[in-house]
């Protein structure tokens, strides 16, 4: 991230030039935030009803000590941007046109059905991702095998109930399996790229459940493990140490309901011992990985912004003064979101003094 010169932090923000951020997540909240310190007037339009995104779902993955998932991060962001006074905020807001030249746009929005123009200067492209539909991966079961769901999904059922239970019977399971590169790092669903947060993800996950129901066993699918943070190598030690935590490499082929035993059968084929094997559990998780949202197409032609060769937004040819930051450009957490839009920020505020 370019650090903020002395000049940059003592000089005012330029009179009436406002920017308007596309997408209320981590990352265009963030940008919001450090844009107003910056003195610059900012309206931050969200095409859903409230503001956080993806991340305001997620619940705290602390157990005996904070495991640096920054969910709370994001809940005190949400909390300064609705403190912020120079912060216009328009929820049930898209972007449908945008006129004019550099430096004095003039942007079309639909607030609710309701058309309202705005002049801006600039504007920040934060427009999120989606998980990938885990329904798409038909041999997992997903949306018909009641004790198969998204990380996301356990998040929300955290976050909300503040415990696990299966949704077939609303008993909490004793055996967990599961499952990494669900829609990424494979070719089949059309997505080659690695995620890069989602073994981070559900490990702290998994650290969470242990500490809070030690007498549940875990089983940890993956292809290989991805690092994360300067700290995540002592993490990762910590999980395998844990005698109620398998790591299994092999990523399995099917997931079907055992009747007899109201459970969830596992195909995979374990590399050690070389045959195709099969086990029972109580609940399975699925680790979707991350997808570019399908409503940013119409963003990206009104802008002139493109897409990479894995699908995220790319900003290099973009109509002058149009930025993009977040996990829109790329498969990012929530740091790393946050760390991104602070960055585009403050490119956008020495850009604006520049034109």
């Not at 216009?88 to 607030?111: E, H, M, P, W």
């Amino acid at each position: 991230m370019p650090e903020m010169s002395e000049h940059d932090r003592r000089t005012p923000g330029p009179v009436n030039r406002r920017v308007m951020v596309i997408g209320a997540g981590i990352s265009g909240i963030t940008a919001a935030l450090e844009l107003a310190g910056l003195g610059i007037s900012v309206t931050l339009i969200e095409k859903e009803a409230s503001i956080g995104g993806l991340a305001a779902s997620f619940c705290c993955k602390a157990a005996e000590r904070c495991n640096k998932c920054f969910a709370c991060v994001v809940d005190k962001r949400i909390r300064d941007i609705k403190n912020r006074t120079d912060v216009t905020i328009l929820t049930q807001t898209v972007l449908s046109d945008l006129k004019g030249d550099s430096g004095a746009y003039r942007a079309i929005l639909d607030n609710a059905g309701r058309i309202l123009e705005l002049e801006v200067a600039a504007l920040v492209v934060a427009a999120g991702i989606d998980p990938y539909d885990a329904a798409l991966k038909g041999e997992y079961g997903y949306g018909y095998l009641k004790n198969v769901i998204t990380a996301r999904d356990l998040e929300v059922m955290i976050r909300e109930r503040g415990d696990i239970l299966r949704p077939s019977d609303g008993r909490r399971p004793q055996t967990i399996a599961f499952f990494q590169c669900v829609g990424s790092r494979d070719q089949a669903a059309g997505n080659l790229y690695c995620s890069q947060v989602c073994c981070a993800y559900a490990l702290r996950l998994i650290r969470l459940i242990r500490y809070n129901y030690p007498d549940i066993t875990i089983a940890f699918y993956y292809m290989d493990i991805q690092p994360a943070g300067v700290h995540f190598a002592d993490f990762l030690s910590q999980c395998r140490e844990d005698s109620k935590i398998r790591f299994i490499r092999s990523i399995p082929s099917k997931v079907y309901h055992a009747p007899a035993t109201d459970s969830l059968r596992v195909k995979f084929a374990d590399a050690h011992q070389g045959e195709i094997r099969e086990e029972n559990f109580d609940m399975v998780i699925l680790s979707v990985g991350m997808t570019v949202k399908k409503d940013a197409i119409s963003i990206t032609d009104i802008l002139h912004l493109g897409f990479d060769e894995d699908g995220f937004i790319d900003d290099s040819e973009a109509r002058e003064g149009v930025f993009a930051t977040g996990a829109c450009t790329g498969p990012k957490d929530i740091e790393g979101s946050a760390t991104q839009a602070k960055s585009t920020a403050l490119n956008v505020y020495r850009y604006l003094m520049s034109s």
